[in-house]
Nanobody, 115 residues
C-alpha cells in the first residue's frame, strides 16, 4: 500500500520560512515523479513544484526563487523549502507521487502565514 505523509506545516510570520517533508512508503520512490500542490480556501488546487527521478525540477512561475523542491531517494522523502513566505501562501500543501501512470496523494499539511 502506497502511503504519503506530509509534515512540517504550521504558523509562520510574513517573511519566514518553513520546510515541508513528505515521507513515502509502499513503492519504489526513486522511480517516481514527485510534486507539491497547494489549495487555498475557496480556490482550486494548484501546482507548486515537481521533481523527476533524475532531480529535474519545475516550479509555478510565481513561486520560483522562493520555493525549492528536493528529494532524498535513500530516505524515500521529498522536501519543499519555502522562504520569504507571504500571506497568500496560506494553504493546505499536498504531496503527490506519480508512478506507473498512477497518482497518489498525502493528507496535506496546513501552512498559515500571518501578516
Amino acid at each position: 500500500q502506497v502511503r504519503l505523509v506530509e509534515s512540517g506545516g504550521g504558523l509562520v510570520q510574513t517573511g519566514g520560512s518553513l520546510r515541508l517533508s513528505c515521507a513515502t512508503s509502499g513503492t519504489i520512490f526513486s522511480a517516481s515523479l514527485m510534486g507539491w500542490y497547494r489549495q487555498a480556501p475557496g480556490k482550486q488546487r494548484e501546482l507548486v513544484a515537481t521533481i523527476t527521478m533524475g532531480g529535474s525540477t519545475t516550479y509555478a512561475a510565481s513561486l520560483k526563487g522562493r520555493f525549492t523542491i528536493s528529494r532524498d531517494n535513500a530516505k524515500n522523502t521529498v522536501y519543499l523549502q519555502m522562504n520569504s513566505l507571504k500571506p497568500e501562501d496560506t494553504a493546505v500543501y499536498y504531496c503527490q507521487m506519480n508512478i506507473i501512470s498512477r497518482d497518489y496523494w498525502g493528507q496535506g499539511t496546513q501552512v498559515t502565514v500571518s501578516s
